[in-house]
């Protein structure tokens, strides 16, 4: 559903932060004619009485009907935002493009009247709702055409047969492992731990260790919410760390060029053929990256074990060809074969790198059908008609009454 498609567009306040989504919605809004304001809240510190001043004057100055937000961010612990948006009978929208299970437990009780939790994989909704989140829906990631396009100049040095483009996680899941501070037993079984969860089709850390490492979950359940979500989240990247580094292998023989942190140095270290590029800027200079590439090569966070990632979008709509790791929600978003190429294990790749690689043809033929499908879609135009349609759905009597 279009929001052109609304008698009356809602107003939205949008809580923003250095996060690049709210800049899509806003610009999605622009196109739409959906009036929005953006208000930071997460730029500094601000004590509770400010907050709600703020909040209150922003709300009586520009009566939105509805307050958006991005992975809960600018929402506060302590649930002063969900009580004053309650009050104020704003519903709060919170789109969640990370996993809720590692955020949501966080918060204080959720206000589960007056909040519409959107998640982008749709394997998280029964854990979304097992928070105590009765309004829950669905919204996958998507594209904006206009920044991603094909035409867009590249550097020279970006040219290769093969890229990747995401980060090692290697410092990120050292970051949380010294957050979670876990006993001897769990330390000593971290490694092993994230590497059979990898391999599971089970989507909760938690749930992994009490169906396979019983032993384990008493001292998982002492570090409290706070430390073992920590645990929970270093287990994921250090997953997705080992995944990445065994599909990364697979292309070595096709000189590929790995862009992201320097963590990647680490892994790979001094590695015939392997190029390393310092991490690319996702708005000034990654439209142009793709284009660069014969394959952009796709491997996806263990934390998505259906859902598909930015770059599953992005690429296509950049008109460059992409091939990435099968997951079960993008055959209901594209056609695998015809608009998307994809592999199923790690050992399909060199094979089908080498394959596409010799089809120029191909490649182009399945990148202009991959754009296409983006364009007819998957853009954040389509997926803010989507959050507005369900805003509709889940607060019919308080939509388009001006807010305030």
């Not at 509805?66 to 519903?91: C, F, M, W, Y």
């Not at 990370?98 to 949501?104: G, K, R, T, V, Y």
């Not at 590439?293 to 074990?305: A, P, W």
């Not at 010799?358 to 182009?364: C, K, L, M």
């Amino acid at each position: 559903m279009h929001a052109k498609a609304l008698r009356h567009p809602p107003r939205l306040l949008l809580l923003t932060s250095a996060y690049f989504l709210l800049g899509e919605l806003a610009t999605a809004c622009k196109r739409l004619g959906v009036p929005h304001l953006l208000l930071d809240l997460g730029a500094r510190e601000m004590d509770a009485e400010l907050f709600v001043r703020t909040l209150r004057d922003t709300v009586s100055s520009f009566r939105p009907d509805a307050i958006v937000t991005v992975n809960h961010l600018g929402v506060d612990r302590e649930g002063v935002l969900q009580s004053l948006a309650r009050d104020l009978k704003l519903p709060l929208a919170s789109w969640f493009v990370d996993n809720p299970e590692f955020i949501l437990p966080l918060y204080s009780e959720p206000d589960a009247e007056n909040t519409l939790i959107l998640t982008w994989d749709a394997d998280s909704l029964d854990a979304v709702r097992s928070l105590g989140f009765t309004k829950v829906c669905w919204l996958p990631l998507g594209a904006d055409p206009e920044r991603f396009c094909p035409g867009r100049p590249g550097r020279p040095e970006w040219r290769a047969p093969v890229s990747f483009v995401g980060n090692s996680m290697l410092t990120k899941t050292g970051r949380r492992l010294g957050a979670a501070r876990p006993g001897p037993e769990l330390l000593a079984a971290f490694a092993g731990l994230a590497g059979d969860f990898a391999a599971s089709g089970e989507r909760n850390v938690r749930a992994f260790v009490a169906a396979n490492r019983r032993h384990l979950l008493p001292e998982l359940d002492a570090l409290g919410v706070e430390r073992r979500t920590a645990f929970e989240t270093a287990v994921v990247w250090r997953a997705t760390l080992d995944y990445r580094l065994g599909c990364l292998r697979q292309t070595l023989a096709f000189s590929p060029l790995i862009a992201g942190d320097p963590g990647w140095r680490e892994l790979f270290p001094d590695q015939p053929g392997l190029r390393l590029h310092q991490e690319i800027g996702y708005y000034e200079e990654l439209p142009g990256f793709y284009p660069q590439s014969d394959v952009n090569f796709n491997c996806t966070s263990v934390q998505m074990k259906g859902a598909v990632n930015q770059r599953v979008f992005d690429v296509p709509a950049a008109g460059a060809f992409l091939l990435t790791d099968s997951r079960a929600q993008l055959d209901s978003m594209f056609e695998p074969g015809r608009e998307i190429a994809l592999y199923h294990s790690p050992e399909e790749v060199p094979e089908l790198l080498a394959r596409y690689l010799a089809d120029e043809p191909e490649r182009r033929r399945m990148a202009q059908a991959g754009r296409a499908r983006v364009l007819a879609e998957h853009t954040y135009e389509h997926r803010l008609g989507s959050l507005l349609a369900a805003l509709a759905e889940h607060f019919p009597d308080t939509l388009g009454q001006g807010g305030g």
